[in-house]
């Protein structure tokens, strides 16, 4: 779910905590969709690690579980948005590049999971929506990297 989504949900629930009923007024736009595809992604990486895991190190498996429960077994708006900026922080910054080194062992998962947190902290910095050509652009690079690591290298004999 998009950042922008996730404190217009936090805000109108705490007005109507508050006693402040108001409409809910979030403006959605098709940035927020490309925000919430990459989360999906990011998701679906993170699942494909826990199950490749499971069949190979039932160890390092559990550990890895309870790794996704602390940023997708969430129940609240507020949680959830939390665990986003902390993935988004762990993705943006050279310091968490060992947390970063646990939740994406693949180096080309991990190095497009900080590109695509480069993206979402410049939609949340008002530097620039995410835009149909910018989430063109950076899953072309990823398939194309993709692609070119799976191509045999011909050795002349």
Request: proline share 3%; hydrophobic share 45%.
């Amino acid at each position: 779910m998009a950042v922008g989504l996730l404190c217009a949900l936090q805000s109108h629930r705490n007005a109507k905590k508050r006693g402040r009923s108001k409409d809910f007024t979030f403006q959605h736009k098709l940035c927020h969709d490309f925000e919430s595809l990459i989360w999906v992604i990011v998701y679906a990486m993170m699942i494909r690690r826990k199950n490749i895991l499971m069949a190979t190190d039932s160890r390092v498996h559990a550990a890895y579980k309870e790794e996704l429960d602390v940023y997708w077994g969430v129940h609240s708006y507020t949680k959830l948005l939390s665990c986003h900026d902390s993935l988004i922080g762990i993705g943006t910054r050279p310091s968490h590049a060992a947390v970063e080194a646990l939740l994406f062992s693949d180096p080309l998962e991990a190095e497009f999971f900080r590109a695509a947190m480069r993206v979402l902290v410049s939609q949340s910095m008002e530097i620039g929506p995410i835009t149909y050509e910018r989430i063109q652009g950076l899953f072309r690079t990823y398939i194309q990297k993709a692609e070119q690591a799976t191509i045999p290298t011909l050795v002349s004999a």
